[in-house]
């Protein structure tokens, strides 16, 4: 039987649209969520609506770890079954060591995969894996293909707005004394991933009405140059995230909005009512 070409690997942060779900050759390897001893397959054995209703009232803080290399050895074997090779695009490095885990699998597997770092996660991801099954069907090489994604990943543009200060907290990703002064002033902290994929803290604005408004702006310096398509990504407040695409589009005419769900580790970390605005420069 004749193998297939390539293989699209990615890990459970990404965003994966309809277009991504219907790709055969499309493969998605399962982070893991623990609250306290108990661990849970990201997707398989928590849906993103139980992993909500869990942080609401589960005493211990929930944290993601990365599959293991055996995991990823186990889906790189069965790929290589109808596959010459892979290209896998993972969450930033920085934040994650799902990539690291994924080159000791295909070592242990055998299996030959180019590995891309998007420096990011959700669309950040996915966006990359989108571009490069174009690159791949207009006929570009495996090397190619790299070279694009690796210059690809350090464009994109990204802003989210923290929906739950507390879990900051608790994540320890924000002191005491931030989290009392944010909850008193009703702060809503603006956080984005770096060039460099590091998660950071770019704005604080008072009220939701003005936060969803600096998210606008955003986007309408986006359009002035030359964007015409973002994605929207939102955490568990699909009514919040079409009134912002309203609220877009009556401001930007022409703007096209995708919306989509964040992802496991920022709904872990930014919470429920979590609103995102990313894009990648042309």
């Given amino acids: 039987m004749t193998k297939k ?23 998605s390897v399962p982070l893991n969520i623990h609250f306290g001893e108990k661990q849970y397959v990201d997707g398989v ?32 074997k069965k790929i290589a079954e109808d596959y010459e090779e ?13 990539l690291v885990s994924s080159k ?30 174009e690159l791949q069907k207009n006929g570009a090489t495996v090397p190619e293909i790299k070279a694009e994604l690796e ?3 350090g464009t994109l543009h990204n802003y989210i707005l923290i929906g739950q200060l507390d879990q900051l907290y608790k994540g320890g990703r924000m002191s005491a004394a931030q989290f009392y002064i944010g909850s008193l002033l009703k702060v809503k902290p603006i956080v984005q991933i770096s060039k460099e994929g ?24 986006a359009y002035r140059s030359g964007i015409t398509k973002i994605c929207l990504m ?3 407040v699909p009514e919040q995230a079409n009134h912002l695409k309203s609220l877009i589009i009556a401001q930007v005419p022409g703007m096209e909005v995708e919306i989509g769900d964040i ?13 995102a605005v990313l894009w990648f420069d042309k």
């Fill in 45 to 76: 054995d928590l849906t993103p609506e139980e992993l909500y209703e869990k942080i609401k009232t589960a005493k211990v803080f929930p944290k993601s770890s990365q599959p293991s290399a055996g995991v990823f050895a186990e889906k790189y």
């Fill in 234 to 236: 939102q955490g568990n």
């Fill in 5 to 27: 070409p390539i293989a699209w690997i990615v890990d459970s942060t990404a965003y994966v649209s309809k277009e991504l779900q219907e790709r055969s050759d499309f493969f």
């Fill in 151 to 153: 210059r690809m990943a």
């Fill in 263 to 275: 992802s496991t580790v920022l709904a872990v970390h930014a919470g429920e009512g979590t609103l």
């Fill in 86 to 98: 892979a290209i896998a695009v993972h969450v930033s490095a920085k934040m994650s060591g799902t």
């Fill in 198 to 221: 590091e998660l950071q803290a770019v704005d604080k604005v008072r009220s939701e009405k003005r936060a969803l408004q600096y998210l606008i702006n955003k986007v309408a310096d």
């Fill in 104 to 133: 000791s699998g295909a070592e242990i597997s055998g299996f030959p995969v180019t590995f891309i770092d998007s420096l990011s996660l959700s669309y950040g991801v996915s966006g990359l894996v989108e571009r490069g099954m």
